[in-house]
């Protein structure tokens, strides 16, 4: 029997996941991810969209078994559905078991369908209030109601929704409960997210900072949470509520060290490898993606970057006004 190919870290860490940020580029402007004023990426400096597939297909080969497109708002990105649809086709193959995106759900009532049709069986909807006010607010440019109808699309379309919310002191701190009772109530998962020190957005991070601790702490005095094995192949930790009989995962970088059982990487829309969200090393891939048609130079820039991945990151968020722990956008990266 042939066995599948694996990639494999430094410290026995089995890496089959992918994250691929397609575009820095959105539509929105949440406070904690971007300066209003972003400048972003000059179109030449992205791989096309022949290039993404080349790359993720080499990913594919070498052992990724669950793939995410990211940005930005990976849904802005022109003709995005053609690489869907192309990468669908590791799915049919077997090769793939997951090919899923994180979204801001602007687009979704228009590309629903198609994602469904590409063999896209879930996304993660980030929203971080249900006040269509505060979300105003946060998302400085969004609308609630734009994402209330991409929720709905994807509803009727057979698409699984799992929820993001970003835990933000002052703003949706004493929402978390009407959130995860609507979440439940509409079939859901709602996953609970820290604030990380990604980039610098106009503004004290501390701010922001809510650690999920002290949420959860809070939930627990009037609901009952049952941590189950449930896992999505992402760093989320799960509990049942018992109250409302539903999932709700909370994804701790900060009060919580999750890179232990880490599996993934991450690539920019300019083809950059970062080997932890949370360090700055990382592996060129584009230039050797394009020096040559074959794959080899790739796969060898793979095999070395795998080689270095490091063992956790380094986030702290504790002085006022301290540089962030990682000077690149979670839009440029990819959550
Ligand atoms: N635009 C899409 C969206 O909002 O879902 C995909 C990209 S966005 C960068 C991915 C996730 O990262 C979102 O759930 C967002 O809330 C989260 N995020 C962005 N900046 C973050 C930060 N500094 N700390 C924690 N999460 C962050
Ligand atoms: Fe855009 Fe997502 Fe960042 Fe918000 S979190 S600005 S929707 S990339």
């Not at 594919?60 to 930005?72: A, D, Y």
């Not at 993660?124 to 440019?141: E, G, H, Y």
């Not at 959860?216 to 009952?224: D, K, N, S, V």
């Not at 018992?242 to 991450?266: D, K, Q, Y």
Request: proline share 4%; glycine share 8%; with cysteine.
């Amino acid at each position: 029997m042939t066995s599948l190919p694996t990639m494999v870290d430094p410290f026995g860490r089995t890496v089959d996941y992918l994250r691929v940020s397609v575009t820095d580029r959105c539509d929105f402007r949440c406070v904690y991810c971007m300066a209003e004023d972003m400048t972003f990426l000059p179109k030449r400096d992205l791989l096309s969209l022949e290039e993404l597939d080349r790359l993720c297909t080499t990913f594919i080969e070498k052992g990724v078994r669950k793939l995410r497109l990211t940005g930005g708002e990976p849904l802005v990105r022109k003709n995005i559905m053609e690489l869907i649809r192309s990468l669908g086709r590791h799915l049919d193959s077997g090769a793939l078991d997951e090919l899923t995106l994180t979204t801001n759900g602007s687009q979704l009532a228009r590309y629903a369908d198609d994602l469904y049709a590409a063999g896209v069986r879930r996304v993660n909807v980030s929203i971080d209030t249900l006040d269509a006010q505060k979300f105003a607010t946060v998302t400085r440019w969004g609308r609630l109601g734009q994402v209330m109808e991409g929720l709905d699309a994807a509803r009727r379309a057979g698409l699984g929704v799992k929820i993001n919310a970003v835990a933000l002191k002052d703003v949706n701190e004493h929402e978390i409960t009407s959130m995860m009772d609507w979440a439940h109530g509409e079939g859901f998962d709602l996953t609970l997210i820290e604030t990380m020190p990604l980039g610098d957005i106009e503004g004290d991070r501390t701010d922001q900072y809510l650690p999920l601790s002290l949420v959860r702490q809070r939930l627990e005095e009037t609901h009952t949470l049952k941590p189950i094995p449930h896992r999505t192949g992402g760093p989320a930790r799960y509990v049942e509520v018992a109250e409302t009989g539903g999932r709700l995962g909370f994804i701790t970088p900060m009060t919580h060290n999750f890179c232990e059982s880490c599996n993934r990487v991450r690539v920019t829309c300019t083809g950059t490898l970062y080997m932890c969200l949370g360090q700055d090393d990382a592996a060129d891939l584009r230039e050797p993606l394009r020096a040559s048609e074959g794959n080899e130079l790739l796969n060898a820039a793979i095999d070395e970057a795998i080689s270095r991945k490091p063992k956790g990151h380094d986030f702290v968020i504790e002085r006022a006004g301290a540089a962030p722990a990682v000077s690149r956008h979670m839009s440029v990266t990819g959550g």
